[in-house]
């Protein structure tokens, strides 16, 4: 059964910033390239029809390109344990939120539950193994990140993703490609 998720890419020059950023935590799993992006919504295993009619409620939706920027950097932790590295979006006034709200009811069209977690904009930049702890590598790579920021920037296509699970971590093949309109506010405004 395909894994599914749909996410924004940022542009390439966005990307490279953000590699420039990793490194310096022990057994970090560092993101590569192909898999920087911002999810808008987990969709997880579904049946290969209901795959299709993800992708085809997600054609239906319409809604200006984000227009964004990377303002610093945190961490998800669980049971006090930090799990995730992340640079944060900002900017774009409520476009990130609106379009993971069209999208959620996009997958709700195709059969799917409402996402129940509040959306919170980021980039994964590292997931990190139980055996990390509460590693000190961590608290400076925030501290020294915090300022971590772009210029604006347009994320112009929506994006559905099979992700492989396997033992490197997980591989994300884009499926289906689609165009959002023209930003509401250009890139540097």
Same mark, same amino acid.
């Given at each position: 059964?395909?894994?599914?998720?749909?996410?924004?890419?940022?542009?390439?020059?966005?990307?490279?910033?953000?590699?420039?950023?990793?490194?310096?935590?022990?057994?970090?799993?560092? $993101?590569?390239?192909?898999?920087?992006?911002?999810?808008?919504?987990?969709?997880?295993?579904?049946?290969?029809? $209901?795959?299709?009619?993800?992708?085809?409620?997600?054609?239906?939706?319409?809604?200006?390109?984000?227009?964004?920027?990377?303002?610093?950097?945190?961490?998800?932790?669980?049971?006090?344990?930090?799990?995730?590295?992340?640079?944060?979006?900002?900017?774009?006034?409520?476009?990130?939120?609106?379009?993971?709200?069209?999208?959620? $009811?996009?997958?709700?069209?195709?059969?799917?539950?409402?996402?129940?977690?509040?959306?919170?904009?980021?980039?994964?930049?590292?997931?990190?193994?139980?055996?990390?702890?509460?590693?000190?590598?961590?608290?400076?790579?925030?501290?020294?990140?915090?300022?971590?920021?772009?210029?604006?920037?347009?994320?112009?296509?929506?994006?559905?993703?099979?992700?492989?699970?396997?033992?490197?971590?997980?591989?994300?093949?884009?499926?289906?490609?689609?165009?959002?309109?023209?930003?509401?506010?250009?890139?540097?405004?």
């Amino acid at each position: 059964m395909p894994r599914l998720f749909v996410a924004l890419r940022p542009p390439p020059d966005i990307r490279r910033l953000l590699d420039g950023a990793m490194g310096g935590v022990p057994m970090a799993r560092w $993101q590569d390239d192909a898999q920087l992006h911002c999810t808008l919504r987990f969709i997880g295993e579904v049946d290969r029809p $209901q795959a299709e009619d993800v992708a085809a409620a997600l054609a239906s939706v319409h809604a200006p390109a984000p227009v964004v920027r990377v303002a610093g950097v945190g961490r998800f932790a669980r049971q006090g344990r930090t799990d995730t590295l992340w640079a944060a979006l900002a900017g774009g006034g409520d476009a990130l939120h609106h379009l993971a709200r069209k999208i959620d $009811q996009a997958c709700i069209r195709a059969g799917l539950t409402p996402e129940r977690r509040a959306y919170m904009p980021h980039i994964t930049l590292a997931r990190l193994p139980r055996s990390a702890g509460a590693a000190p590598e961590i608290a400076g790579w925030l501290a020294a990140h915090a300022g971590l920021a772009t210029p604006a920037f347009a994320m112009p296509h929506l994006m559905l993703y099979e992700s492989h699970l396997g033992h490197g971590g997980a591989i994300y093949e884009p499926v289906v490609r689609w165009p959002l309109e023209p930003p509401a506010t250009a890139p540097g405004s």
